[in-house]
């Protein structure tokens, strides 16, 4: 039976500010539903997330501000920060471990800067929303092997999928360029590609 992660409660002493500031990072709203006075649900997606987050009054009893960890992946961590820092959400600068694995607790053995060789899994980045509840940024180019499923290959936005096929025509020419020729199958090989490169595994020769 699948188990999809699709719902991580955020604690927080203020929805409409909550709200406000996610709304101004982008993060779509999905819900915004209040039965009485006493209870209120908020739905907000990051973009190209398959996964949401719910806020709002009487949905969880953990202290305003005490989510720490929470992840977000993006593939350019440098182009992240900036836009970040644009909708004033104040990230820190991007750092890695000195490590090289994941990341240390409160800040130790943080490195400033991204991992040198920008190396996928291995740059973050940290903001806090109002409340103090703590998100990072990890940067991830190219998945591990066996991390997706490549019989269930998807995109969550059409810009996920603009990018996938980018890179897949980037990869063709490539391809072209030392078969000496070019492939009329190219459909076919984009395909193997995008599915590939989703799922960790080799792309098409």
Avoid: C
């Avoid at 820190?92 to 040198?116: Q, Y």
């Avoid at 591990?144 to 897949?168: N, V």
């Avoid at 492939?183 to 080799?202: C, H, I, L, N, S």
Wanted: proline letters at 8%; charged letters at 25%; zero cysteines.
């Amino acid at each position: 039976m699948d188990m999809k992660l699709e719902v991580v409660v955020v604690p927080v002493s203020d929805v409409d500010r909550a709200k406000d500031f996610y709304t101004a990072l982008g993060w779509r709203l999905d819900a915004d539903v209040a039965t009485d006075g006493e209870f209120r649900v908020v739905q907000m997606t990051p973009p190209g997330s398959p996964a949401s987050v719910i806020f709002g009054e009487s949905v969880t009893e953990q202290t305003p501000g005490s989510a720490r960890g929470l992840h977000l992946v993006v593939d350019d961590i440098d182009t992240a920060h900036d836009e970040l820092a644009r909708h004033g959400a104040h990230p820190s600068e991007v750092f890695h471990d000195a490590g090289g694995v994941f990341h240390h607790a409160d800040g130790d053995a943080r490195v400033p800067g991204p991992e040198p060789r920008h190396g996928s899994y291995g740059s973050f980045l940290s903001f806090s929303d109002p409340d103090g509840n703590g998100w990072l940024l990890q940067e991830v180019t190219e998945r591990l092997p066996g991390r997706l499923d490549p019989a269930a290959t998807s995109f969550a936005s059409a810009d996920d999928l603009a990018g996938a096929l980018r890179r897949a025509a980037a990869a063709h020419g490539e391809h072209e360029a030392r078969t000496g020729a070019e492939d009329p199958g190219w459909p076919d090989w984009y395909a193997r590609f995008m599915v590939g490169e989703q799922a960790g595994t080799q792309p098409p020769a």
